[in-house]
């Protein structure tokens, strides 16, 4: 039967896909449902969709929201059903945006925050570099400063009134202003200054000269929005509250891009041309040549570049040049590379290094988004400028520069890095190990070198640093304490060792020299920067000694003042990086060192969130662990988790921890020191009192190791073994009531009486037995499954039906009488259920069913070394008939169930309820005796009465008796039979 | 009534050459039919010149101004009297553009007290009660190229050493701080199209400098019956280095000369336009050091 319903089953499927697809335009906000086939479905797509390309000529109307508009675009694409609920006409009207204006669409996200340098520029450009953008959130985060700032532009409402001195030209002011001049001048009156800023103010105010910009550019103000782009530009030529300065230029580089992409755009917009042999005005392809440019639009970007040429200052002109850099292919296919190169000279021009270094950042990241990667030489001529003008950072101006703002020279320089980390990274990117040397070779001959050993760690693939850490170890030395912080550069280089494999014998000079310098620093900050990346070069090179010794460095550092209460973190990344790459875990906590660690870790949660660490690197090892001392360790650390278990503990937490432990008590094994190994869990039981899941876990043990036990002394247990396996039942026996939860305690119970009586400890099974059926009652009503409260009904009736099988064999105490763990059953069962529950009836029948077997003179199956009451008993006639005397009570109680399902109109389970009694009367009962035959038959007829018994159970069971009939045992069955359908 | 009229080229860029047919269209748009008494459609080109009040008194400066010089003028009847009508009228024209008499043609170029201008203008005459309506359009004249003989005198190199020693007008030598700035011009003799080019280099400088700059200065001469003005005024000033520069670095000379505000370097007897440039390095203490340079500007 099931066979045939299987093979339907794909049937079936392929059927309900059409109500699939009804189903979605069946959504409840469709206000109009069409059902339509599948077939029909797809066909109409595909119009639709060859529709769309055709005309493809509508007025690119740049939306503001583009989002909504390419969400419903692709909707439709995906599934129809969007289009049942709107009108047709928009939604043609929607696809028919000419791919320019979509992919306009696309990418005119004009907000600061979000600035796509090109999506199709990053093709390239990613795989060289880590992306800018990912780098504009950490420099953002990096570079703050609470000085006031101000912003001087006459674009933004607010702010005090300054009168701005317009410079006389020359010697005479002339009487014919010219247009040119006006763009870079502010109006006169316009001009307002933001005093007192603060950062956030700050960046508040660029976000809204960038809208500005934007809505300027849309509402045709196409020199206003340059304007404002030129403005902005000319505040990256202040370095008033210089520690900001790197974020103000990644914010301002920002409205600079979007102008230039403006830019870019328009003109692509006016470039529409003709292609050859048609007549239809198409936008320029992608990959456009300055020949298919017309000629009005190469005017207008003329004209721009004209504009932008005669911006009187020179960082603002700079920076909006680079900006719109990219519309130089309007005009010329060369012009990129001559163009990038010029600007890198006039670069040279800007007198503030640190001014210089971000116009050179810029430079770079316009040019490689030009997507030229092939010609990168223009950012090795930038480096090699900064080089040449690297004597400047240590002038006398600066230092009295950085003397008037407060600013000490070692942050000075490290305001250089975002800037001079991207242009080498862009030039190393792809460059061979002799670029890295031919750079180190020019940076020795600066003085002061450090900041530029920085870039250079950090730019070139550590492969290539890997293969000469000694020159470098050896040039940092050589750095002198006053420039770039030394300690950083270590780290640094020990960030790049550790990515790499050393070959060995170049591990120890080089860790050598290295330490000697860390071990010298006095500052706990700056020595845990640095032991933070070099342990972690130990662990992976060296053996625990090393490990040891420099951990009893970084303890030693620490301790003085208290130091490790503000290095918590970085004590935490030691420990997690030192058990990551160990590879001998027991040495490591055998180390005179680890434990102290992790003792000066005061702050209580940092503690245990180490611990977990530990323990849960521990599982990564493989093996099982006995060394005492190990244990006596990982029991300490365990213990440490364990008592951050409170009343206040989230579940999560309990089970994370109770995982972690539990997994440490199956790893500890004493080999076949099994009395050993129960004190072991005997103590963990005591050390572990807070966490069910721990004790659930060591009962579990200690009956495997009562059965391993039975198992090595082959089931003859001498004196040691069966005491021993005495204790361990009782261990279970003790642990047991310590749990919470009812239901795993009845589990443990059933589990321990079973292994009990495996060992053949009659007494201690028993007790347990015992325990679990007056346990029985107490079960709650409902328990919690999956987060539902359940009832706990079928839960128990499958316990105790588990429960009846092992009674079975257990035999009868001499103390007691006959089946008294049977009677103590049902007495419990009385107390356990609702009175009228039909889980009780089906237990009841299952109670019939042991009954039956109870009397059989052999039992199906025994466990070894134990007489079941079978042989006890041996089918002694008083026996049967107690047995007998059982049974009728309780039949006696299945039919008043049927009686109370019959009054109470439930028939449908009264009739199933019959026919279940009636196969038990069949199979268990003997019929030869009338009355037993009246009730089996009544029993039938009530079964049959509302036709609501499974119809094929009841013809298989008279298939069943026909055949029974025909043994000489069964020869009463042909009669009943008769009787039984003879109605 | 009203009529809007618009005269359109057929060049975007609004370039023409001697000898070339400057072609458009007049572009009329009219609610309803007008009346008109005629279009015409002018082309001329003129000097203007203007003396200068420094060289003038004020008011012969306002009143005396130079007549001015035609270079270019003649008028073509586009339509007889008649009717416009209402709607959107084109008429394509095609003027060629030759010199009066055998003048020469002079590029187009804005300047203070000359100025050479080309228009293509459209008259529509109109019944006395109405107003006439006109309408002009400027259009750019430039020099054709020529053969390649004259580019000889292109790339003459200049190189220049300033020291506290080299400075002329200057008042007592004492305050003058010491400093040496060399470089080049890769040329004087520059082609209008492409940009001036050279280096400035500070080999040394006692005090800090503050900015560099190039200013880019006309010097237009009139002459009149009084005699003749010569004036310098600045066209552009652009700034090649910001702040106290690095020493010894070759810092780009790099400009751009803007369209309409300059022109082939003219020396003509009536009046001339010639071109200079300043570089300008400006120190802490605001004490400017200009070093001056005449430079010759040619179209190709």
């Not at chain 2, 500070?202 to 237009?220: A, D, F, G, N, T």
Request: proline content about 5%.
């Amino acid at each position: 039967m099931f066979e045939i319903e299987w093979s339907a089953c794909p049937l079936n499927q392929g059927l309900l896909r059409v109500p699939h697809s009804e189903e979605v335009t069946e959504h409840p906000l469709n206000p109009i449902t069409v059902t339509m086939t599948d077939g029909r479905g797809g066909f109409r797509r595909g119009t639709i969709r060859s529709s769309s390309t055709g005309s493809s000529t509508g007025t690119p109307t740049p939306t503001h929201a583009p989002v909504p508009v390419t969400n419903l675009f692709s909707d439709q694409l995906l599934n129809h059903s969007s289009f049942d609920g709107s009108d047709p006409l928009s939604q043609f009207a929607r696809q028919d945006l000419d791919p320019l204006s979509k992919m306009a669409a696309d990418e005119w996200d004009y907000s600061a925050n979000v600035t796509s340098v090109g999506k199709k520029s990053k093709v390239v450009a990613d795989d060289l570099v880590e992306p800018w953008q990912a780098r504009r959130a950490a420099i953002l985060t990096k570079y703050t400063t609470s000085e006031k700032l101000s912003i001087v532009t006459s674009f933004l409402p607010g702010g005090e009134k300054v009168i701005v001195k317009v410079q006389p030209s020359g010697t005479m002011v002339d009487k014919v202003r010219t247009r040119l001049e006006q763009l870079d001048d502010f109006e006169e009156g316009s001009v307002r200054q933001m005093l007192d800023l603060t950062q956030q103010e700050y960046a508040a105010r660029i976000e809204l000269l960038n809208n500005e910009l934007v809505q300027a550019w849309h509402s045709d103000q196409r020199v206003k929005a340059l304007k404002i782009a030129i403005q902005c530009a000319k505040l990256l030529g202040d370095t008033a509250a210089m520690a900001f300065y790197p974020s103000k230029f990644v914010l301002i580089t920002d409205i600079l891009d979007i102008f230039g992409k403006l830019v870019y755009e328009r003109l692509k917009m006016k470039a529409e041309y003709y292609k050859p042999g048609s007549k239809v005005v198409t936008c320029l392809p992608d990959n456009f040549t300055p020949e298919m440019v017309p000629e009005s639009a190469k005017e207008t970007c003329r004209n721009w570049f004209y504009k932008i040429a005669s911006i009187r200052e020179l960082v603002p002109r700079l920076y909006v040049e680079m900006a719109i850099i990219k519309s130089y292919s309007y005009l010329t296919s060369s012009e990129f590379s001559t163009a990038l190169l010029r600007i890198t000279r006039m670069i040279r021009g800007i007198g503030n290094p640190l001014i210089a270094i971000y116009a050179r950042c810029y430079l770079c990241r316009v040019g490689l988004a030009l997507n030229q990667s092939t010609d990168l030489g223009f950012v090795k001529e930038n480096f090699y400028d900064f080089l040449s003008t690297y004597g400047q950072l240590f002038s006398q101006t600066i230092k009295a520069d950085l003397n008037k703002q407060n600013i000490p020279t070692s942050s000075y320089l490290n305001l250089y890095t975002p800037a001079l980390d991207w242009i080498l990274q862009v030039m190393a990117s792809s460059a061979p190990e002799s670029l890295l040397i031919e750079i180190l070779a020019r940076c020795k001959q600066e003085s002061n070198s450090g900041l530029l050993l920085n870039t250079i760690l950090s730019a070139f693939k550590s492969t290539y640093i890997a293969s000469r850490p000694m020159e470098f170890v050896n040039l940092i030395m050589s750095c002198n304490e006053e420039g770039f912080p030394q300690h950083l550069l270590y780290r640094r280089l020990g960030q790049c060792l550790i990515q790499e494999s050393l070959p060995k014998e170049d591990c120890k000079p080089v860790l050598n020299a290295v330490w000697q310098y860390v071990a010298n620093l006095k500052d706990p900050v700056k020595f845990m920067q640095c032991a933070e990346i070099w342990i972690q070069f130990t662990v992976i090179y060296f053996s625990v000694t090393e490990v040891n010794f420099i951990l009893g460095e970084i303890i030693s550092h620490l301790i003085p003042n208290r130091a490790f209460e503000q290095h918590y973190s970085q004590m935490q990344t030691i420990v997690d990086k030192v058990v990551a790459h160990t590879q001998d875990y027991e040495s490591l906590l055998t180390m005179e060192n680890f434990l102290p660690l992790i003792d000066l870790f005061h702050k209580e949660s940092i503690k245990v969130d180490v611990c977990k660490t530990i323990i849960d690197g521990l599982s990564s090892q493989p093996g099982l662990i006995n060394d005492p001392i190990v244990i006596n360790a990982l029991m300490f650390i365990a213990r440490i988790i364990h008592d951050s278990v409170s009343a206040l503990t989230v579940d999560d937490e309990k089970r994370q921890i109770g995982n972690l432990i539990c997994g440490l008590v199956q790893r500890i094994d004493y080999g076949r020191d099994f009395e050993k190994q129960l004190s072991f869990y005997a103590e963990a039981r005591a050390a572990f009192p807070n966490l069910d899941s721990v004790h659930i876990q060591l009962v579990q043990c200690v009956n495997r190791l009562s059965v391993d036990t039975r198992k090595i002394v082959r089931g003859h247990h001498t004196r040691r073994t069966s005491a021993f396996v005495r204790a361990c039942a009782a261990f279970c026996f003790i642990t047991i009531p310590s749990l919470t939860l009812v239901h795993t305690r009845l589990q443990l119970y059933l589990l321990s009486g079973q292994v009990a009586l495996l060992n053949q400890c009659l007494g201690q099974a028993d007790a347990c037995f015992k325990a679990a059926l007056s346990l029985v009652p107490e079960m709650p009503k409902t328990i919690e499954l999956d987060g539902r409260q359940k009832s706990s009904e079928p839960y128990l009736l499958s316990y105790l039906s588990s429960f009846l099988s092992t009674l079975l064999v257990v035999p009868d105490s001499p103390e007691h009488g006959v089946l008294y763990l049977m009677r103590g059953l049902l007495n419990a069962v009385q107390r356990c259920f609702e009175a009228n529950s039909s889980s009780k009836s089906y237990l009841y029948l299952r109670v019939l069913d042991l009954l039956s077997t109870v009397t059989q003179e052999n039992y199906p199956y025994h466990v070894d070394k134990v007489e079941s009451n079978d042989t006890l008993y041996g089918s002694d006639k008083k026996f049967i008939n107690e047995v007998d005397k059982i049974s009728s009570k309780v039949f006696e109680e299945i039919l008043n169930h049927l009686k109370y399902l019959g009054s109470s109109d439930q028939h449908g389970k009264q009739s199933v309820l019959a026919l279940e009694l009636f196969c038990r009367l069949i199979m268990r009962a003997d019929l030869r005796q009338p009355p037993l035959a009246t009730i089996a038959i009544n029993l039938w007829k009530l079964s049959q009465r509302h036709g609501s018994a499974d119809p094929k159970l009841s013809v298989q069971t008279i298939e069943y008796m026909k055949n029974r009939s025909q043994l000489v045992v069964f020869d009463h069955f042909p009669e009943l039979l008769k009787k039984m359908l003879n109605t | 009534m009203a009529i809007n009229l618009d005269i359109k080229l057929k060049r975007a860029n609004k370039i023409y050459h001697e000898g070339e047919i400057v072609s458009g269209i007049i572009l009329l748009k009219c609610n309803s039919d007008v009346k008109h008494d005629g279009i015409f459609l002018t082309m001329e080109g003129s000097v203007n010149l203007q003396l200068s009040s420094k060289n003038v008194g004020i008011f012969e400066a306002f009143y005396n101004s130079v007549k001015p010089i035609q270079l270019v003028q003649y008028t073509l009847d586009v339509a007889p009297a008649g009717k416009i009508p209402s709607g959107k009228t084109e008429i394509p024209f095609e003027l060629p553009l030759k010199p009066r008499g055998n003048k020469p043609l002079y590029e187009t170029y804005h300047g203070v007290f000359v100025s050479i201008q080309y228009l293509v203008r459209c008259d529509i005459k109109r019944s006395f009660l109405a107003k006439d309506v006109s309408k002009s359009l400027e259009f750019i004249m430039e020099d054709k190229p020529v053969n390649l003989q004259l580019q000889k005198a292109h790339s003459k190199i200049v190189f220049y050493k300033i020291t506290p020693e080299s400075l002329q007008n200057i008042r007592e030598r004492t305050g003058v701080p010491k400093f040496l700035i060399s470089g080049r011009l890769d040329s004087v003799c520059c082609k209008l199209t492409q940009p001036l080019t050279g280096e400035v280099i500070i080999e040394h400088c006692e005090v800090p400098i503050k900015s560099i700059e190039l200013q880019l200065v006309r010097v237009e001469t009139c002459g009149c019956a009084e005699g003749y003005s010569r004036d310098a005024t600045e066209i552009q000033n652009i700034q090649i280095g910001e702040g106290n520069v690095c020493t010894g670095l070759a810092i780009p000379v790099y400009m751009i000369f803007p369209r309409l505000f300059t022109c082939p370097t003219l020396n003509t007897s009536n009046f001339k336009v010639e071109f200079e440039v300043n570089l300008i390095v400006v120190f802490e203490d605001d004490y400017l050091v200009t070093e001056n340079f005449p430079i010759t500007l040619t179209r190709h």
